[in-house]
Every structure is written in structure tokens, then in C-alpha cells.
């Protein structure tokens, strides 16, 4: 049997006609080694951000399915055009859009998770000889509704397709030439990573790099599938390999920076300090669909015995959380609900970070030393994020690459001190 190579595009490889055939020739590359070969494909250049500016300025608040109607149709395009470049070069290519294949998803607008993808379509037709192109970021429920996986769910598709068909590589080709130690459009001497793990690199695409969707990482992860982060351009450099932490050799402690700019914080003032609160907040917004991210509780007060709760969450999800804010607020008796657009998050993920203490407070100080004052701060074992406000951000990604010398090749012996590059 023949090894399976899932390739996905991303927007910028698919923006316009010429980059859809240089697409071609990389597919049929592949195909020429010997594989079979599956492509999925994002929408053409900012097409998406097109279809969601137009959906707005129909409607201040369109209804999440048509959203998805809307948005899926950006893919399909893509899928059709890089098909019919494929056949011009005298190969054997077909498209499929989600439905078609059976991307089956939960019954979720917006963000849906994939849950089941058949595979017979697709063993039949590359056992035809054909090369597959397939949209992504789509999917259908078991009714047939049209569902989309979130904002850079393309990845996630591929990442998925190649699990359930057992792949021997998904290869993730983009306008950089891998996973650099944070994003180099925002800091210029990032370095390019050779080799990430899938936890520091969930970490990271959780924390703002939009390299890869942090789904597709969780997926890859969850089935070990092979991926690479590699470039549409230069597609001779082998870009970043993302595998098991166990098969690393870890030296620096802090692997990448990363910002996101895309959250706001939400907080519920005096809420009574009663067991249950949190639990009933929580648990309204999760019955909406919204996703939180940092949490704080303060003390309580002992005047009026109340505390606060501060969270995140994506700024997208902001109209839902207020569906339902204001009658969690009369339900808790709490005071006044506050909403911050004006902040970012900037994080450091690192495995290498777990056992070596003095990392968080190189963290903090540099920030102080950059005049960069911190809002909430939370930890996993291998991250540490830190609110600030957003005119701040490249400042403070930029501080703390040169802080954890990730703009040079030397490895940090960290107890505290770094080395200098
Ligand atoms: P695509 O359209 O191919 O899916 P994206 O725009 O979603 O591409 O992702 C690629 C972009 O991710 C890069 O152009 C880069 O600006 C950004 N990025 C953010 N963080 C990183 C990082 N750590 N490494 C590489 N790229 C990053
Ligand atoms: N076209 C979608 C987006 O722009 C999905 C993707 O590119 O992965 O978010
Ligand atoms: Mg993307």
C-alpha cells in the first residue's frame, strides 16, 4: 500500500491564481514520490475576513448559521480552483467539500469539534489514482447542517484527516518557514525551531501563535500523528517537526513567546462569598458555548463579605457572554459587571521551564523594566501568561525574547542568569 501525505494550504499560499498553480506543482511533487496524496485548502488570501466584514455590515448580530454558510463557502472555492490547476498539469484530481466526504462535527456554529470522518470516498478514489483536495474548516452534523471549526480550523481538518487515515506525515505549508521562537513578523530575529513538542506547541497556539490551530495540535497530538510546519515557498527546507516531549532533548528553558491580542476581560464585582457562585458563573457562560481563559477570585471582603471574579475570554464570544451576564449578575445579587477590551496576553511556554525555578521572576522583572505594568497572571507547568494592556505587547514580546536569548542559538544554563547571546 501506498504511504498517505496530507498537505494543507493556507490562505496566503492559495491568495491568487499564480500561487494556486505554484500549489499544483508542490501537490504533484508529492504525488511523484510515490504517494498518495490528500490537500486541504484554506480560503484565498483574506477572503474569509472579507465574507465576515460583509455579514456585518447586513447584520450587527448574524445568526451563527448562516455565519457558517457564509464562511464555508470560502474553502470551496479554493478546493475547485486548486483542483482544475492539478488536472491542467494532466493529473487525476477531485474535490470534495465536507459534506461530501462526511466531516461529521458536533451540532455547533462557529467552533465545532470534528467527531467522525468517513473514509471509505477517500480510499476509493485514491485507490483510483486520483489526488484528493478537500475544503477545510468546514463540517456537517448528523442533520446535515454546515458547521465551521473556528477561525484557522483549517489545519485542524488536515491534522484530523490525516488521523483517520492513518498518514504517514501531515504537512502544514504556510507563508513562514516553520515554528519560530515567537512570531518573526513581530520580532525579526526570531529563530526558526528545527523540532517542538506537541505540549509546548498546544501551549503555544493557545496562547496567541496563530501558526497552528491549537486543535489541530491537540488532534496530532491525541493520534501522534507526524506534522510539519513548513513553507509554500521555499519548499525545499524541511521546516519545524512537532513530535513527543519524550523524544526531545530540551535545553532552553523557555522555548517561544507568544501574544493574543483577541481576548477581553470580564469583571463581576462584589459577588456574595457563598459556595456555588463561581459554579453557577461558570456554568452559564459554558451552557453558551464560551470558552474562558484566566481566572481570578479575589479575597473576600470582610465588610461586605462579597469578592470579585475576573476572567477572560475571546473577544468573539463577547455578544454571547452578555446574553447571558446580566442575568447571572440578578441571580448572584453581585454589583457591577466591567468589560476591558484594552488588554493582551503575553505568555512564555517552555517544557524546559518544569524544576527550574527564577523563570517567572525574570518574567515579571523584565516586564517591570519595560515600564509594562501586569493585570492577572496564570500558570501551567510549562507557561506562564501575563495580562497587560494592549499598547504594550510587541514591547513586551519583544523584552522577553531578548531576556530568554531565544534570538540566538546559545543554550541557556538557567538558574536565574541567562548567558548572553
Ligand atoms: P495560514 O494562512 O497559512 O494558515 P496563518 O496566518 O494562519 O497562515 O499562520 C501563519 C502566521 O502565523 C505567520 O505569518 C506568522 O505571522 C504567525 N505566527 C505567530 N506566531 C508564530 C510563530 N511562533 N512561528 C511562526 N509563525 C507565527
Ligand atoms: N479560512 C478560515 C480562516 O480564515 C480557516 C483557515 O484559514 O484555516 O479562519
Ligand atoms: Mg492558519
Excluded: W
Excluded at 311 to 335: C, H, M, Y
Excluded at 360 to 370: I, P, R, V
Amino acid at each position: 500500500m501506498k504511504k498517505i501525505i496530507v498537505q494543507k494550504f493556507g490562505g496566503t499560499s492559495v491568495a491568487d491564481t499564480e500561487r494556486i498553480k505554484h500549489v499544483a506543482q508542490v501537490v504533484v511533487k508529492e504525488k511523484n514520490n510515490g504517494n498518495d496524496v490528500v490537500v486541504v485548502v484554506s480560503a484565498m488570501g483574506h477572503t474569509t475576513d472579507h465574507l465576515v466584514k460583509m455579514a456585518h455590515e447586513i447584520n450587527s448580530q448574524p445568526s451563527e448559521r448562516e455565519m457558517d454558510m457564509l464562511l464555508s463557502t470560502g474553502e470551496c472555492v479554493s478546493m475547485a480552483l486548486l483542483t482544475m490547476a492539478i488536472q491542467s498539469l494532466g493529473y487525476d484530481a477531485v474535490s470534495f467539500n465536507a459534506a461530501q466526504v462526511g466531516i461529521y462535527t458536533e451540532n455547533v456554529h462557529n467552533k465545532a469539534r470534528i467527531i467522525d470522518i468517513k473514509t471509505e470516498k477517500l480510499r476509493k478514489n485514491l485507490n483510483e489514482g486520483k489526488i484528493i483536495i478537500i475544503a477545510g474548516f468546514q463540517g456537517i452534523t448528523e442533520d446535515g447542517e454546515i458547521t465551521t471549526l473556528g477561525r484557522g480550523g483549517s489545519d485542524t481538518s488536515a491534522v484530523a484527516l490525516a488521523a483517520a487515515l492513518n498518514a504517514e506525515r501531515c504537512d502544514i505549508y504556510t507563508d513562514v518557514e516553520g515554528v519560530y521562537t515567537t512570531d518573526p513578523r513581530v520580532v525579526p530575529n526570531a529563530s526558526k525551531l528545527d523540532e517542538i513538542s506537541y505540549e509546548e506547541m498546544l501551549e503555544l497556539a493557545h496562547a496567541g501563535a496563530n501558526v497552528l490551530h491549537p486543535r489541530s495540535v491537540e488532534t496530532a497530538k491525541q493520534h501522534e500523528v507526524p506534522l510539519r510546519v513548513r513553507s509554500s515557498f521555499k519548499t525545499e527546507n524541511l521546516g519545524t517537526l512537532i513530535l513527543g516531549v519524550e523524544k526531545m532533548e530540551i535545553n532552553k528553558p523557555v522555548a517561544g513567546v507568544a501574544e493574543d491580542s483577541s481576548q477581553v476581560r470580564i469583571v463581576v464585582c462584589d459577588i456574595p462569598d457563598t459556595p456555588g457562585e463561581a459554579a453557577t458563573l461558570f456554568g452559564s457562560l459554558a451552557e453558551k458555548n464560551v470558552s474562558v481563559d484566566m481566572i481570578i477570585q479575589s479575597y473576600a471582603r470582610k465588610s461586605s463579605n462579597t469578592n470579585d471574579i475576573a476572567f477572560t475570554i475571546n473577544k468573539s464570544d463577547l455578544p454571547r457572554a452578555q446574553e447571558v451576564l446580566n442575568t447571572v449578575k440578578e441571580k448572584l445579587q453581585a454589583g457591577d459587571i466591567k468589560i476591558d477590551e484594552n488588554i493582551a496576553k503575553v505568555s512564555i511556554i517552555g517544557a524546559g521551564m518544569i524544576d527550574r525555578p527564577g523563570i517567572a521572576s525574570t518574567m515579571f522583572k523584565t516586564l517591570a523594566e519595560s515600564g509594562i505594568n501586569i493585570r492577572m497572571i496564570s500558570t501551567s507547568e510549562i507557561k506562564i501568561s501575563c495580562l497587560i494592556n494592549k499598547e504594550d505587547a510587541s514591547k513586551a514580546v519583544k523584552a522577553l525574547h531578548d531576556v530568554f536569548n531565544l534570538g540566538c542559538e546559545e543554550v541557556a544554563d538557567v538558574k536565574g542568569t541567562l548567558p548572553d547571546c
